[in-house]
């Protein structure tokens, strides 16, 4: 399949308050800038904001962020309404892939990802957590060679979960409430004979380990249940770069929003808290900023 490439100075990942500011300095500093990510998913798009310095009066989350694109692509930033899926490192830089195949290479760059909700929340998630409910596909699918498993989300973390553990598991089920996913990875979950579900969670049932999922609706008989909420997160993207993660599951930054490797940045709630809009807009500048001068000396 022709696949669609493109490469940049700078790409962000993520679309809330960190990576639009790191967009707009980014892009007056005339190097190419990509942006990659959805505002729909910022956290601030759930939100009014009051407290944010020089806007005097409350002000709807989506208005302020639709306000942000606006002024980062006038500065000339590129905006793809995308999700990330995969990065890996190439030469003189990393390699990263969209969920609409989109292959870009890119000098730097900056994690502007926010904090990503991990759990379910239903009766029996907790309970059987290493006993047939896991977080990562990456990790436990090799678990589930030949066995029956349910991957939970409405975004491209779980329907790319969904596609990879067909290789291993003998059925896979993905249950979503709302699948919002490109066009190429549905057609990737069709043709790996991932068995779409509607509906809600209600528990995850069993004895020693996971047996069924109930839904509310029907009862599925499964071994496994992946959760994977939402979009691929930061802590899968950025490790598998080598980019350090604390124990509470943020990436580690310096002064200058610098990471431990060479040439990626973070921003914001990724960077853990205080989460507040003025930090991330702080943040995001900074990790510009420094992507500019590395860039410069580089
Ligand atoms: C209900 C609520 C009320 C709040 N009220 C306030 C308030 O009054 N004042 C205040 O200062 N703060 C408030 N906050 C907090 C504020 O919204 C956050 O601190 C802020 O949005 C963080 O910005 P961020 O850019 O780091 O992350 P986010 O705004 O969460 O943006 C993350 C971005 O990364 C993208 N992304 C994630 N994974 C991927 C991927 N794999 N590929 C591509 N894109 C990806 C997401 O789609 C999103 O666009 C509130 C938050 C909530 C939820």
Redesign the pocket.
């Known amino acids: 399949m022709a696949r669609n490439r493109m490469s940049t100075d700078i790409l962000i ?7 639009l500011q790191a967009a707009i300095h980014a892009a007056r500093s005339r190097l190419r800038t990509v942006l ?4 729909k ?4 798009a ?7 310095c020089c806007i005097d009066g409350i002000r709807r ?1 989506l208005e302020f962020l639709k306000g942000g694109i606006d002024q980062a692509a006038r500065f000339g930033a590129e905006i793809l309404e ?4 995969d990065i890996v490192r190439g030469d003189g830089g990393f390699n990263v892939e969209t969920d609409s195949g989109l292959e870009i290479s890119a000098k730097t760059l900056i994690f ?5 909700k991990n759990r379910l929340g239903v009766k029996g998630e907790s309970e059987y957590v290493g006993r047939g409910v896991s977080y990562c596909v990456e990790c436990d699918a090799n678990f589930f060679k030949g066995k029956k498993v349910a991957v939970i989300g409405d975004g ?1 973390a779980a329907a790319s979960g969904a596609v990879l553990l067909a290789a291993y598991a003998e059925k896979v089920y993905l249950v979503s409430e709302d699948l919002d996913v490109s066009d190429r990875l549905r057609h990737q979950l069709e043709s790996s004979g991932v068995e779409l579900l509607h509906g809600k969670v209600k528990e995850i049932q069993g004895g020693d380990k996971v047996e069924r999922l109930i839904l509310e609706e029907s009862t599925v008989d499964v071994d496994g249940v992946f959760i994977e909420l ?5 802590v899968e ?1 950025a490790s598998k770069i080598g980019v350090n993660i604390d124990g509470d599951g943020f990436i580690v930054t310096g002064k200058s929003q610098e990471t431990n490797i060479p040439g990626v940045f973070a ?4 960077c853990g808290p205080p ?6 807009v702080g943040e ?1 500048c900074v990790a510009a900023l420094s992507a500019v001068k590395y860039l410069k000396k580089i």
């Open positions: 990942i993520g679309a809330g308050p960190a990576g990659v990510g959805k505002v998913y910022s956290g601030l759930r939100a009014h904001i009051d407290n944010y989350g995308e999700e990330v899926l502007a990802t926010g904090t990503r491209s939402g979009q691929k997160g930061a993207l921003a914001g709630d990724v989460f507040q809009v003025a930090k991330a995001g």
